[in-house]
């Protein structure tokens, strides 16, 4: 197979050490190999990658603990450093994270299959939404260096971390999700204990040193494992303040459920998803099939974001089918780092057969495969079907597939899809194509209220960062953005005074000192 020397594995990554209090501990013990389902030879077999720590109950507690040393009862050194000091570690890390650009880029390809142009956009979106983390908590800070006077009290407010924070990513955006989680919590002060997902795992590896150097002993912990294994026994002390976790809900319930004081326990959490599209009579389908094409299969499926169900008026739907499934067909199927190729091997190696259950309990049911390609079975990928016409009674309509495979539903009425979305349990995000006003117009006062974000006419995305994302219902709690990421990982805190002569003189005299990191009109630049 012609491999490009550059995305070769040229040698193992066997991750032998865990980041706990500062130091990367040797581990000795059991490891679990790590491969990708991209084979590196013509007869196709998975490539060994390397492997990681199988750590146990005893080395995720002593993570546990040293994230509880670091945050001291609120009385460690990075709860009560000064912003502008945290935010100088955060540059830091920064800096050196930026020069492993190419090994984590390579290991995104290897590991989880996404295309050289994707890898590299994570990557980069990922040092971006850094710096914009940065640039925001600076803005914050400015604000809150005053005084507020209301009623004979003066108020000093800010915002203070909440505790401890146990973050677990997913595998779709091993960087840049698991991040948009551990870089607001980090930064206003909390202490972290990071668990990789189980695909996208050894890309840490190359940022391990950065996050060591980068910041005071405990403050991020980064353990390996089974998140039954590490993760369970950390949350059942009770000692963790946020459960911060991108995934699915079964992992976020069993993890809840667990914490012995949950009315202790902030969540932050992005779920699953459904999101539809909806195709009005009059849509540009053009634009409209451009747009589901990128929505339903960029990374062949697998992000909560994708459009998971399409709803096409049934005055254009077989026009619309025998263009999208044309379109379908003609998306290039290859490796990473291949030109122009949009769909590339699936990471999880029980996803194909999975795909395949849904196409199959779909024909049983009275769907059809509209594209000549649609369900082609390989070893490590199924090409996407395109299934019509679908029904309640499907399990590609109710389940979220996260995955290569695009249910169409005909509708005749708006209240058909729109009556779907009040039932299910997820709220995220639509998209709408059509351009009648009026009929767009009363269509978004409904979805707004049925969703977090309503997509005209283009696909459901997360992005740009400096916009909400959330979802109702099953699919979030809490909001990231890189504004609302850092709200969300942190509390109003204050200090009031009376005004009158003893307390002034008391607050003049800490703000002359500067003896208090807290208590500061200092302005960042």
């Not at 600076?138 to 009623?151: G, H, I, M, S, T």
Request: aromatic letters at 8%; a negative charge; charged letters at 25%.
């Amino acid at each position: 197979m012609d491999i490009p020397e550059a995305y070769k594995i040229t040698s193992l990554i066997n991750q032998n050490s865990y980041l706990v209090s500062g130091e990367l501990k040797p581990w000795k013990g059991k490891t679990t190999e790590v491969y990708s389902t991209i084979s590196s030879t013509e007869d196709y077999k998975p490539t060994l990658l390397g492997s990681i720590p199988q750590l146990g109950k005893d080395e995720a507690l002593e993570a546990l603990d040293a994230a509880c040393d670091a945050y001291d009862k609120g009385k460690g050194s990075w709860p009560t450093m000064k912003v502008i000091d945290r935010i100088a570690c955060m540059e830091n890390f920064v800096k050196q994270m930026k020069t492993k650009r190419a090994e984590v880029v390579k290991l995104l390809m290897w590991e989880i299959g996404k295309n050289l142009p994707d890898s590299e956009k994570e990557f980069d979106r990922t040092v971006d939404y850094i710096n914009d983390t940065i640039e925001d908590y600076k803005q914050l800070d400015r604000r809150n260096a005053k005084f507020e006077k209301q009623d004979g009290v003066y108020a000093h407010i800010r915002r203070g971390p909440l505790g401890v924070v146990l973050c677990l990513g997913p595998y779709n955006y091993p960087l840049n999700e698991t991040f948009a989680l551990l870089i607001p919590a980090l930064i206003v002060g909390n202490t972290v204990i990071f668990k990789p997902a189980k695909h996208g795992v050894l890309l840490i590896s190359p940022l391990l040193e950065a996050f060591r150097s980068s910041f005071p002993k405990g403050a991020v912990n980064i353990i390996y494992g089974r998140g039954r294994t590490v993760a369970t026994p950390i949350m059942e002390t009770g000692k963790v303040n946020v459960l911060a976790l991108i995934g699915n809900s079964t992992s976020a319930n069993a993890l809840q459920n667990v914490h012995p004081r949950q009315n202790r326990l902030r969540l932050v959490l992005g779920l699953e998803a459904k999101n539809p599209a909806i195709v009005l009579p009059d849509a540009d389908l053009d634009l409209a099939i451009d747009e589901c094409i990128a929505g339903t299969l960029s990374f062949n499926g697998q992000r909560c974001t994708a459009l998971k169900i399409l709803y096409v008026h049934e005055s254009i739907i077989e026009e619309f089918n025998k263009r999208f499934s044309a379109r379908v067909d003609a998306l290039k199927f290859g490796n990473p780092w291949e030109d122009g190729v949009k769909l590339t091997p699936l990471p999880e190696p029980g996803k194909p057969a999975y795909i395949q259950e849904l196409i199959d309990d779909a024909l049983e049911k009275g769907a059809k495969i509209l594209n000549k390609k649609g369900g082609e079975t390989s070893n490590n990928y199924v090409f996407p079907a395109v299934l019509y016409p679908v029904n309640k009674e499907m399990r590609v309509f109710q389940e979220e597939q996260f995955g290569p495979v695009v249910p169409i539903v005909s509708f005749n009425d708006i209240e058909e899809p729109l009556d779907d979305m009040a039932e299910s349990n997820y709220g995220q995000q639509v998209s709408v194509f059509g351009k009648d006003v009026k009929t767009l117009a009363s269509l978004i006062d409904t979805l707004v209220n049925l969703v977090c974000r309503v997509n005209l006419n283009s696909s459901c995305q997360r992005g740009p960062d400096a916009y909400p994302f959330t979802g109702r219902k099953d699919s979030a709690v809490a909001t990231l953005s890189v504004h609302d990421a850092i709200r969300s990982f942190s509390i109003r805190t204050f200090v009031a005074s009376k005004d009158n002569a003893y307390n002034n003189a008391i607050l003049n005299e800490i703000l002359d000192s500067k003896a208090s990191n807290f208590i500061s009109t200092d302005y960042i630049l």
